[in-house]
Antibody, heavy 118, light 107 residues
């Protein structure tokens, strides 16, 4: 079964850290750029980060979040440091479609919730 | 950063009608545009990429068109399962950016 399964979300105080994981199955994980997208409660989608040949970050998380992957474990990570209240969101991992040069996401996990609050 | 603006914010329509959703970019994105559908409590679902290419398994009633700064998603005959929120996204430049969404609701 082709799927992505996020974990690691939870409640954290402002300034704290969390590490999200996304376990992939059913496809050749190492070949494909992977992404994190978030959605604040009641709001729209926001791209956060991509890892492929290079890594990319949104301005809002640059310097605080680090994307990484372990291809031997078929797992994507997002290390989130210096968390702020406006980082509160559902965090989705998403696979980039296997069409060259296309930054569309064709497989999404169910998401993991991050709440930053004191 | 490229700003994506969707209109209208909410579209009230009846089953069987034709829906037209718009997405405008603050600068040209060529055909590097995606449409997603999201239902409450679910992850987004890829509908269209490359402005007009239907993703695997997407019904033919969904059509993407346009390029440059103006793109459109047309749903030819609305089915009950089509009432959802629709997002456009550009991948022409980093950072990738999404529109704020159009809510398609039953009239």
């Amino acid at each position: 079964d082709v799927r992505l399964l996020e974990s690691g979300g939870g409640l954290v105080q402002p300034g704290g850290s969390l590490r999200l994981s996304c376990a992939a199955s059913g496809f050749t994980f190492g070949d494909i750029p992977m992404n994190w997208v978030r959605q604040a409660p009641g709001k729209g989608l926001e791209w956060v980060s991509t890892i492929g040949d290079n890594t990319y970050y949104s301005d809002s998380v640059m310097g605080r979040f680090t994307i990484s992957r372990d291809n031997s474990k078929n797992t994507l990570y997002l290390q989130m440091d210096s968390l702020r209240a406006d980082d509160t969101a559902m965090y989705y991992c998403a696979r980039r479609i296997k069409v060259s040069g296309t930054g569309a996401f064709d497989l999404w996990g169910q998401g993991t919730t991050v709440t930053v609050s004191s | 950063e490229i700003v994506m603006t969707q209109s209208p914010a909410t579209l009230s329509m009846s089953p069987g009608e034709r829906a037209t959703l718009s997405c405008r970019a603050s600068q040209s994105v060529g055909r590097n545009l995606v449409w997603y559908q999201q239902k409450p409590g679910q992850a987004p679902r890829l509908l269209i990429y490359g402005a007009s290419v239907r993703a695997t398994g997407i019904p033919a009633r969904f059509t993407g068109s346009g390029s440059g700064t103006e793109c459109t998603l047309t749903i030819s005959s609305l089915q009950s399962e089509d009432f959802a929120v629709y997002y456009c996204q550009q991948y022409d430049q980093w950072p990738y950016t999404f529109g704020q969404g159009t809510r398609l609701e039953i009239k």
